[in-house]
């Protein structure tokens, strides 16, 4: 069953155009990314896994190739909610690709701050 309330606001992950400026940036940026998800919601839960719209391959996690089933994360942030697809985890670790600014102030204060502020 689909699942969204009222104050959800998705956030369109094809915008995401910044790279990081290192693989050592991304790892270290990934291991907090992975933690600071781990508090959010997940709804949506699907028994698919979606294709990268930019590289057309399966949604995989760059760290160890498994498949990432289709979800979606939801992040309290004040007002409203952020609604992520779990695609995002394939974005950043095998497109190097930096989150948007709000998804990751959203994070942190839901978990603590980012290793990039």
């Known amino acids: 069953m689909i699942s969204y ?8 992950l094809t915008l995401m155009t910044e790279n990081f400026q290192s693989l050592k940036d991304r790892d270290v940026f990934l291991d907090w990314f992975l933690l600071a998800l781990g508090q959010a919601q997940i709804i949506n839960k699907l028994r698919s896994v979606d294709v990268c719209p930019r590289c057309k391959m399966y949604t995989t996690l760059g760290t160890n190739g498994k498949k990432i089933s289709s ?3 939801r992040i309290p942030n004040g007002e409203f909610n952020i609604v992520i697809d779990s695609s995002i985890l394939h974005l950043v670790s095998v497109h190097n690709l930096v989150p ?3 998804i990751i102030s959203a994070l942190e204060n839901l978990y ?3 290793p990039e502020s």
Not at 5 to 12: E, P, Q, Y
């Open 100 to 102: 948007n600014t709000i």
């Open 5 to 12: 309330k009222k104050n959800d606001v998705r956030i369109d």
């Open 71 to 73: 979800y979606e994360y």
């Open 112 to 114: 603590c701050k980012s």
